[in-house]
């Protein structure tokens, strides 16, 4: 009697699988008989609910694996790939459901377990690296320690993954320098391959390095953790904080830790002795101490008097923008401030220079620099200059080009742009008069006076300006004559010749020299060369020499002043220098002048006083005012 066929699953066993990993599921793992004298059939499955943490996956004739939803009997080769990538707090259960289904045949729906087991990390050490020296130093298990339960895992495959390197240091794998998302193993830890090199010098205070890193095991990753490097600061080394100050003129500025401070890493016990004094200023102590007598212009000071904010910089007011003091600053003695040294007796010192900024106020009015009669031809026109009239501001950091002139009612005039004789100036700058802009244009009246504001902006002062009007004219502002040794050169300068004019003359150039006659007993050279004229701009300038012939004791030579349509005669004497005649300036008395950059200082008798001997005897005593 014939038995129809009918299939059973004669094997259906659960599997198990790390977290993360892979496992094959075999016939002997899931086994389905057919019974009775039935062809040889296909058994195929069917996936009706795929599982929850992972992937039922076959691997094809090319040998890669691929997620599926069917199979059947002959596919030996499929398996359970867990893809629960959260790290997990115990044992979890997975499955999926499928039918049978052979020669169109179904069973009902039947379950496979799958067992994903738990993997845990747990940082058994993660002690921070001490370094004390720059050098190389090892990070070994005694550091750094890891492991794992629940799913064992050697220590070659338990991997330490960098995900932020350190920044003051290299972190090593033998020579191998380790970067972002670099990987090592614990194996490598424990077999002293591992070192951490610091970059650059010791620091000069306790600082730390650290490395952000997780753990990586079977395709799973842990949380982040952070490793620490301590760096130990010399204990002699001091710490100087020294970021200069910055003061008012004329004010005073607190000195606190966070402009002026000495200190090692474990000691703040520092005094300081003041080896050069500030120049501009003082230091002082706003109330006594128990080491200071005084208060004002003190010579030492200690770290309790930083401490307790009672050192104080006074500016002297004074039109300077910068001041600096020397300070030596080293470890109190034992007993000293009430706290012996920790280091013995060895004494500790530091050279510190205190640089001050000081912020200066326009606190100066304009004064008067050049104040000269103002000669002009009538009906005429001239450029008023600073040989006329100039100002200065004694506040050091103000340009005396700024300051601005306010002129009222010119009774025999009136000040025009030289650029448009048309457009009338009631306002110009002191930068205007250098660069020649401010034309004088007489009208009416003969000689007279008018009067000048002049400002920097806050302060004001007034100038009564003297216009003397008279004809075309020439004078001879200086005539020394010259003196030269015998056969030598002698440079013949403003110093020697000058003069003046009240002409509208707008350059050097327009003021030309003749020489009708040459010199009996020697030549006038400009520039090496023997012309008949020269200009007041080759006086200025130093290109005017007289070379001496050997012959003669003294000479005199004519010369014609020309200015425009105007004529001068001048006589030029030339007195040759013996061998007993070369001592022939006595300083009486001569006294230091202190003058700021770029700015005009009266020179009085009281500073400087000179007998002059030409020709063998005395003229007279020059005053410079």
């Not at 059973?8 to 993360?20: D, I, L, M, P």
């Not at 002690?127 to 130093?137: A, T």
Request: proline share 3%; charged share 25%.
């Amino acid at each position: 009697m014939a038995v129809p066929w009918d299939f059973a699953v004669a094997s259906r066993t659960s599997v198990v699988v790390r977290q993360g990993g892979t496992v094959l599921i075999t016939q002997s793992n899931l086994l389905v008989e057919v019974n009775g004298e039935g062809p040889e059939v296909d058994t195929h499955y069917v996936i009706t609910h795929p599982p929850w943490y992972g992937q039922i996956q076959w691997q094809g004739s090319s040998g890669e694996w691929k997620q599926t939803s069917t199979f059947s009997h002959r596919s030996v080769d499929w398996g359970y790939c867990s893809t629960f990538k959260e790290l997990q707090l115990e044992n979890i259960t997975d499955h999926f459901k499928f039918k049978v289904n052979i020669e169109g045949k179904s069973s009902e729906e039947l379950m496979f377990l799958v067992m994903v087991q738990w993997l845990k990390f747990t940082l058994l050490k993660n002690v921070p690296l001490e370094i004390s020296k720059i050098n190389r130093h090892i990070l070994n298990s005694d550091h750094l320690q890891a492991v794992t339960e629940g799913v064992e895992v050697a220590e070659r495959e338990l991997h330490f993954k960098l995900l932020t390197p350190p920044k003051k240091g290299k972190l090593l794998l033998g020579t191998k320098f380790l970067k972002t998302n670099s990987v090592f193993s614990q194996q490598n830890v424990t077999d002293s391959k591992i070192s951490y090199e610091p970059q650059g010098r010791r620091p000069r205070a306790h600082s730390q390095d650290t490395i952000r890193f997780l753990m990586v095991a079977e395709h799973m990753e842990s949380k982040d953790y952070m490793f620490r490097i301590n760096f130990k600061a010399d204990k002699r080394r001091i710490i100087v904080m020294n970021r200069g100050l910055f003061v008012k003129e004329g004010e005073e500025k607190l000195i606190t830790k966070l402009e002026l401070f000495a200190q090692t890493s474990d000691s703040q016990t520092f005094q300081y002795k003041i080896t050069k004094s500030p120049q501009h200023g003082k230091l002082k102590l706003t109330r006594s101490s128990d080491s200071l007598g005084s208060h004002d212009s003190i010579t030492t000071f200690t770290a309790q008097d930083i401490l307790g904010e009672r050192l104080m910089y006074v500016h002297d007011d004074s039109e300077t923008q910068c001041d600096e003091f020397l300070l030596m600053a080293s470890t109190a003695g034992p007993g000293q401030e009430g706290v012996a040294r920790d280091f013995d007796t060895e004494h500790l010192s530091a050279e510190i220079k205190v640089t001050v900024s000081v912020e200066l106020k326009n606190d100066e009015k304009p004064v008067c620099a050049v104040d000269k009669v103002f000669h002009v031809v009538r009906n005429g026109q001239r450029l008023l200059t600073l040989a006329n009239l100039c100002y200065h501001d004694p506040d050091a950091d103000f340009d005396d080009g700024q300051l601005l002139y306010t002129r009222w009612g010119i009774p025999n005039g009136d000040l025009v742009q030289a650029s448009d004789p048309t457009q009338k100036l009631y306002q110009f700058r002191q930068e205007d008069l250098r660069e020649g802009r401010v034309l004088f244009r007489h009208q009416g009246a003969g000689s007279a006076c008018f009067v000048l504001f002049v400002t920097d902006g806050v302060h004001y002062t007034s100038s009564l300006l003297e216009v003397s009007v008279s004809d075309l004219c020439v004078r001879i502002a200086n005539n020394t004559g010259l003196l030269v040794q015998r056969g030598k050169d002698s440079s013949l300068t403003t110093t020697n010749l000058s003069v003046t004019t009240n002409q509208d003359v707008r350059t050097d150039h327009e003021i030309k020299f003749h020489i009708p006659c040459p010199p009996k007993h020697g030549r006038v050279l400009v520039n090496s060369s023997g012309p008949s004229s020269f200009s007041l701009r080759d006086l200025k300038q130093g290109r005017v020499i007289y070379r001496h012939d050997g012959s003669g004791s003294f000479n005199v030579f004519n010369l014609t002043v020309k200015v425009k349509d105007t004529y001068l005669e001048v006589g030029m004497y030339v007195q040759v220098d013996s061998e007993s005649h070369q001592h022939h300036t006595q300083i009486l008395h001569s006294k230091t002048l202190v003058v700021e950059e770029g700015k005009p200082v009266k020179l009085s008798r009281g500073r400087l006083l000179i007998s002059l001997l030409v020709f063998g005897m005395t003229l007279k005593k020059c005053r410079c005012h």
